[in-house]
């Protein structure tokens, strides 16, 4: 599922148009990035998702096809974790297909 496939599923369901379904998606996405941007408050939705940000100390690596050391600097990333609603969803059974007989 695609960006443009989101947003058709949730003006469906909204009963609203995509283009306000495509504004209400890239608003969500804006204020979850300066939120990790900022890096003060986690960003959570209780039983869906949450995404905060991370600080990686700097480390000597080594480079796979030369065994050489590597240094990658210290840098910032983004940490998203899984609710309890979406990994019981992840893991709901499909319906069985009717017999074909």
């Known amino acids: 599922m695609n960006k443009s496939d989101v947003i058709g599923a949730m003006a469906e369901r ?5 283009k306000d379904a495509g504004a209400c998606l890239d608003a969500f996405f804006d204020v979850v990035a ?6 003060g408050d986690k960003v959570s939705i209780p039983g869906w998702i949450s995404f905060e940000q991370v600080h990686r100390a700097a480390r000597t690596a080594r480079n796979p096809q030369t065994g050489a050391p590597v240094e990658v ?9 899984v609710g309890s609603k979406l990994k019981a969803a992840a893991n709901r059974q499909p319906p069985a297909a009717a017999p074909s007989w």
């Open 14 to 18: 909204a009963g609203t148009s995509s």
């Open 34 to 39: 300066d939120a990790v941007a900022a890096g």
């Open 73 to 81: 600097a210290a840098r910032n990333a983004c940490k998203v974790s």
